[in-house]
């Protein structure tokens, strides 16, 4: 979104446009995200006033056309927990414009407990009625904005918020919840340094070869400390084995499917490990 009056900044491209035509000659459906980029302020605006919500879906249904997409994915997050209730206004509001035309809507949430603006912010129990899927960002557990270091994604996290996704505190059928995982990790540094993020292709080079390892089979991750600058540095990696184990939670709870923040970040051999654990090309 751009100018706060329900405006899209179009960056499809030459490239995306290209992307589009090798997508649908392959046989896969493109659902292009559609992103506040965290703009507290300017989605506020447009959640509060019925008109500039019109004037964003309406530009939504034009690109889908101009495009010939099969779907849209709404990436807003970090929104007011006052605006909770508009949001999913906004949301039934674009479910039959797009429905009519035969098109997916996605739409991403948080884990359903944590901060007002990151957390609270979603009715995932009317989302997940209304949208086609919800896309659980399953990131980050810890982070830049977490005050103890720890993993970006442990599997027992995850679990434990599906259960709530599927369980009575939202009541989501598993079949609309796509979850996502990370293509990346933070690597924390001793004497309370800020974390820094890091792609998953990033790691091998990072960390150094004798670095300790240690397998946490409850996060399903190794934990590795090493030293660096004459710090200790500390990283619960994410890699095939951490990625296994978040599929596996997948299959086991009958989702939709999976998703990954984000493209070019994994290693090569991400692809073969979900092309065989989801049966698909």
């Known amino acids: 979104m751009k100018d706060g009056k329900g405006n899209i900044l179009d960056n499809a491209g030459d490239a995306g446009k290209d992307y589009i035509t090798w997508a649908h000659s392959n046989g896969y459906q493109v659902w292009p995200s559609v992103s506040n ?160 993020a890091y792609y998953m292709s990033e790691l091998d080079d990072l960390i150094p070869e004798n670095a300790s390892r240690t397998w946490d089979d409850q996060l399903k991750q190794y934990v590795v400390e090493y030293q660096s600058n004459g710090r200790i540095q500390k990283v619960w990696v994410e890699d095939e084995r951490s990625i296994e184990a978040k599929l596996d939670l997948a299959l086991e709870y009958k989702l939709a499917g999976a998703a990954y923040w984000a493209k070019d970040r994994e290693i090569n051999a991400i692809w073969d490990l979900i092309s065989e654990k989801l049966n698909i090309e």
Request: hydrophobic share 35%; glycine share 6%; proline share 3%.
């Open 37 to 196: 980029s965290s703009q507290i302020e300017t989605t506020s605006e447009i959640m509060r006033d019925y008109k500039l919500r019109q004037v964003l879906i309406n530009n939504i249904v034009s690109l889908v056309v101009r495009y010939d997409l099969d779907g849209i994915n709404i990436d807003f997050e970090y929104m007011y927990e006052e605006d909770k209730d508009l949001f999913t206004r906004f949301i039934i509001e674009l479910q039959p414009r797009l429905n009519e035309m035969g098109k997916v809507l996605s739409v991403d949430v948080t884990a359903p407990d944590g901060s007002a603006e990151w957390s609270m912010c979603y009715d995932r129990h009317t989302l997940g009625k209304v949208a086609d899927y919800l896309v659980f960002m399953a990131y980050d557990q810890h982070g830049s904005s977490t005050e103890e270091e720890g993993t970006t994604a442990g599997c027992d996290w995850v679990e434990a918020n599906l259960d709530k996704f599927v369980g009575t505190q939202e009541e989501i059928a598993p079949e609309k919840i796509i979850l996502g995982m990370p293509f990346y990790t933070w690597v924390w540094e001793d004497e309370g340094g800020e974390p820094s």
